[in-house]
């Protein structure tokens, strides 16, 4: 049975109208994009015990670090670089903030949040640069990329562009609701859609078109469940079966086992798009799982 957190998350993500704003298409689409109001959360204003956030302007785009109360970064080994979800075009919210602190608490590891450019002003090559000089700066310790929705498309983007430059890869993945597929053209999305009240095909695919520009949107920059996955990292895949998106999950897990990669598939009856993120028992649990993920 579904937890009164999660039925209230859903409640909440109806009457916020976040489908109708993803059932549009073209200049509609557009519109409904300029009409946005767009902040990125003041890390100053968020509250933790135990951690400290410091803001990095070393690279092309602003770096949120955090890392525990009183500890240097020269005393940590472990970092967890995590890319957020908003199909390319939204910036991180405190969700993700609240969401990346529960993943990481009671562990000595320091936690990257790149904060990248957004399309359609910013293009796939620019937001991968950006993300690749932010990797390079911590590969020489243990790194575990994590990424929800597009943030798992430029986590596991980076590691295939990585792996064919040969070189180092993060230690593991994990993926919350990931976004595998910006054609959204596989048949069984359809009937899913009926009972997701948060995504729409037509939106989501008008996103990745806008990340990929001139790329073709089957690309593995843009849409990686078409990638290769030889010699990839361990995997970590969390999905709700009301997420239109579960299917990208299904068939990314599939690719992994075909290639024998390691990969741990968790899916939950009746959750939404991103549902870690939100109330719940449900998210909790996956928070936890994520917390000894990291901590293994």
Not at 76 to 81: A, L, S
């Amino acid at each position: 049975m579904q937890s009164f957190g999660a039925i209230i998350t859903k409640f909440l993500i109806r009457l916020a109208k976040k489908k109708q704003f993803w059932s549009k298409d073209g200049e509609e689409f557009l519109k409904a994009m300029s009409l946005r109001e767009q902040k990125i959360p003041d890390v100053e204003k968020i509250h933790s015990k135990d951690k400290m956030f410091i803001l990095n302007k070393e690279f092309s785009y602003d770096v949120v670090e955090i890392i525990p109360q009183g500890t240097k970064e020269e005393d940590i080994n472990k970092v967890v670089i995590f890319f957020h979800g908003g199909a390319f075009i939204n910036e991180i919210s405190l969700y993700h903030y609240k969401f990346l602190l529960e993943s990481i608490k009671g562990i000595n590891c320091q936690a990257i949040v790149p904060i990248y450019p957004l399309a359609p002003n910013a293009s796939h090559e620019e937001v991968y640069q950006y993300a690749s000089d932010v990797y390079q700066r911590y590969q020489d310790k243990d790194v575990i990329l994590m990424g929800d929705s597009a943030g798992a498309t430029l986590a596991v983007g980076l590691t295939m562009m990585l792996r064919n430059q040969k070189k180092k890869l993060p230690s593991k993945l994990i993926l919350v609701s990931p976004f595998m597929d910006s054609t959204l053209s596989d048949g069984r999305i359809a009937k899913l859609a009926e009972k997701d009240p948060f995504l729409a095909v037509l939106g989501l695919r008008m996103a990745g078109k806008m990340f990929a520009k001139e790329l073709k949107i089957t690309d593995y920059l843009v849409s990686p469940i078409y990638g290769n996955y030889d010699n990839f990292p361990e995997t970590i895949i969390f999905t709700g079966t009301y997420d239109i998106l579960n299917i990208d999950a299904k068939n990314l897990k599939d690719k992994l086992n075909d290639k024998k990669i390691p990969c741990k598939y968790y899916e939950y009856q009746k959750m939404i798009h991103d549902f870690p993120l939100f109330f719940g028992r449900e998210a909790g649990e996956v928070r936890k799982k994520i917390n000894d993920e990291i901590n293994r």
